[in-house]
């Protein structure tokens, strides 16, 4: 292989390529067809393709000398002076380790659901971006989440795709012999084996632990096979290997890791692993070594409501703690049950509970938005506890989600290194009025061909005619207010409030001075019946003659589908019933786009609302109305909102066609919440007040 060729495969083997535009458009590049059959994987894509045909490609296209800048420009990324060597040390060695069970990090790699992954995915990237030394724990699923496709009568059904391990961004761990690293865990009468796969993102290591080993029975190698599939049963399987196996791995790797970061209840079990091993190593009892571990473990938690925690029952953990608490640890079975419990007089739960393991053994306890901390602590009611629930609001990795035309912007504007310096922000005012504008039609113009090629492509595979194929040139209006509403289908989201009264929508969609439409997306658990029956809901209405071609539904919101929404959407449309939403992050993916959000203050908008920077939702607090009043006071609330104050800024045009006030209102947006809502700011956040004040 030629010397290019080698440097393009180190580039696609670390995935900061995932967030470097230049990389991603190098690679489409090559050969866009093959891009795209790749699922924007660039390791199968130099595996797959005829290498003397790449060859002749990257010298036909003229592309050698941007795989050498390529090439150097990762080099620096890598060896660039960082905000923790600068305010901290220079480390090589990791010292802080983050325990999740999903990671969302580029739409290839199919180990993540929702939010919660995502959320990992960039806490990993911000941590790279900032020279955290940081290294990441999770599973390495063969199926991980289902890909989802809505049927011809409007039914969300589920393929499972095999994630083909040796042709994706990962490699196997191996140690200095070559000989893959493996660690065990011990279940009833057997041990299962497992194996580590490492993406490398950024500066930051991911290790992901997979049970599909020969070593294992059949049924065992399918411990990590899906994400959030199977029953209980399945769920402690994965949560041992996850817990357990993480911090044997941490241990045979030799790490010298001062905090461990708990990203919600999964991973808990990691607090009696840590204990038995401060036990085995200083020769203690079971109540000093929890206490001495106590100080360095960290909690987030990301659920409002108990019935989204883990909980087993007794039997089930008994089955699979037995052995380990008499023979590993030396406590009785009891004694490690009760910390699933938080000890109150007035109940006895007799079920072991992830969450109330995790916060029995954390120093460390946070909420993921201002508002989420206070419902956390009400929820939890510790005020007989040694830790308190404090609140580190979420963010995103904004290099993640800017679309091209932003990223030329604001390199245009600021500097290439824009994602270092949160000052620019507070100059966005310094970009004209016009360029800002058309940046967002730019972007919308981008979004819009993607839902038609989108749909387009699902036609054929239904064999439609030619028609109804040119009928998908005609979806969508380039020049209309475009609203978005992407997230999961589960019921407290509200996914079909906007259709609440269905005759005040049409008038809304159908004037044709003032257009709107809507673009949804969103996947509803494979088990969770009335999630699908709200996306077969929007689906009839996507069908309703009055409504066609002006509410889309792309199928299979992933995170490729979530970067081309969160570029293109003029509004982020988010309605969930307060004070449910956690944190959300979506919307703000929107923000350095030039999109507005549109929401209840639920989660991060109840922090991030101003009425300079978008617009509420009011909602009814009041306990005393059932819930459907609520929802038809906070649908008019909705309405009202978008009548009298969205669509006519959205439509109040200057002489040059340029809605000025719209374009005000983005400006203060970007100023005043692109920086903050980021993940550089959370990481830095749990940086000072958790990961450097563990001793
Ligand atoms: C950002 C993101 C989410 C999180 O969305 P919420 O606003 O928290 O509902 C979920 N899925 C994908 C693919 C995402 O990119």
Redesign the pocket.
């Known amino acids: 292989m030629n010397n290019l060729l080698l440097m393009l495969k180190e580039v696609a083997y670390n995935l900061h390529w995932s967030w470097n535009k230049d990389a991603v458009e190098l690679f489409n590049e090559i050969n866009p067809d093959f891009w795209n059959w790749s699922g924007h994987n660039p390791v199968k894509l130099l595996n797959e393709i005829n290498q003397n045909y790449l060859e002749f490609t990257i010298e036909k296209k003229n592309l050698g000398g941007r795989v050498l800048a390529l090439y150097a420009d990762q080099k620096e990324y890598l060896n660039r002076k960082t905000f923790f060597e600068e305010k901290y040390f220079k480390t090589g060695d990791p010292i802080i380790a983050y325990f999740s069970a999903e990671y ?1 990090l580029t739409e290839c790699l199919k180990t993540y659901s ?2 919660l992954g ?1 959320l990992s995915g960039d806490h990993l990237k911000s941590s790279s971006d900032l020279g955290l030394p940081l290294v990441g724990i999770g599973l390495a699923y063969s199926y991980g989440f289902f890909t989802q496709m809505i049927n011809p009568d409007g039914w969300q059904t589920e393929n499972y795709q095999l994630n083909e391990f040796p042709n994706l961004p990962i490699e196997l761990l191996r140690d200095e012999n070559y000989i893959p690293v493996r660690v065990s865990v011990n279940f009833p009468n057997r041990t299962i084996w497992i194996q580590v796969w490492i993406a490398h993102v950024g500066r930051v290591k991911l290790y992901l632990l997979d049970t599909s080993l020969s070593e294992n029975s059949v049924e065992d190698r399918r411990i990590t096979d899906i994400l959030y599939g199977g029953d209980n049963e399945k769920r402690i399987c994965q949560e041992i290997v996850l817990g357990i196996g993480g911090t044997r791995l941490i241990e045979k790797l030799g790490l010298n890791i001062k905090a461990y970061h708990l990203n919600e209840g999964h991973s808990a079990f990691l607090c009696f692993e840590r204990i038995k091993n401060y036990m085995k190593k200083n020769n203690v009892s079971y109540s000093e070594a929890k206490d001495k571990c106590f100080y360095s473990n960290i909690f987030t938690t990301h659920t409002p409501v108990p019935a989204g925690i883990d909980i087993f029952t007794r039997e089930l953990f008994s089955k699979y703690f037995k052995d380990y608490a008499e023979k590993e640890v030396g406590i009785s079975l009891e004694e490690l049950f009760l910390e699933g419990d938080l000890i109150k007089e007035d109940e006895k739960n007799d079920r072991f509970n992830m969450a109330y393991l995790a916060i029995n053994n954390s120093n460390f306890i946070n909420g993921v938005s201002k508002l989420h901390g206070e419902v956390s602590r009400k929820m939890w009611m510790l005020s007989d506890k040694r830790s308190q629930i404090d609140y580190i609001t979420n963010g995103v990795h904004t290099p993640s989600y800017v679309s091209n035309f932003s990223n030329n912007l604001l390199c245009k504007y600021f500097s290439a290194n824009w994602i270092y310096d949160e000052d620019i922000w507070k100059r966005f005012d310094e970009i004209t009025n016009e360029e800002v504008w058309a940046l967002r039609l730019l972007n919308k113009y981008k979004l819009i061909s993607f839902c038609r090629e989108r749909i387009k492509e699902k036609w054929i595979s239904l064999g439609a005619d030619k028609d109804k194929l040119k009928e998908a040139e005609s979806i969508l209006n380039p020049d209309a207010l475009t609203i978005g509403f992407a ?2 289908f589960a019921t407290y989201k509200r996914g079909t409030l906007i259709f609440r009264d269905l005759e005040r929508l049409k008038r809304i969609v159908k004037n044709s001075s003032m257009p709107v439409q809507f673009v949804f997306s969103g996947k509803a658990h494979p088990k969770d019946e009335g999630g699908k029956n709200l996306i077969s809901e929007i689906i009839s209405f996507t069908r309703d003659p009055d409504l066609k071609n002006k509410i889309v539904f792309l199928d299979n ?3 490729n589908v ?1 970067r081309h929404l969160v570029e293109g959407c003029d509004i982020w449309l988010n309605n969930p019933r307060r004070p449910l939403e956690a944190s ?4 703000m ?1 929107i923000v350095a786009n030039g999109g507005l959000n549109f929401s209840i203050l639920d989660g991060w908008w109840d922090e991030g609302y101003t009425p300079d920077n978008g617009w509420k939702i009011d909602s009814f607090l009041s306990a005393d109305i059932s819930l459907e009043q609520r929802d038809l006071f906070e649908a008019n609330s909705l309405y009202e909102t978008l009548e009298k104050e969205i669509i006519p800024l959205y439509y109040l045009r200057n002489e040059k066609g340029i809605p000025l006030n719209w374009v005000k209102k983005i400006k203060s947006s970007v100023k005043n919440l692109a920086g903050y809502f980021s993940t550089n700011r959370m990481v830095r956040e749990y940086c000072e007040k958790f990961y450097m004040k563990v001793k």
Not at 584 to 587: A, E, F, L, M
């Open positions: 969302g929702g939010g995502v997230r999961r919101y992933d995170i979530a959300g992050t979506s919307g993916k």
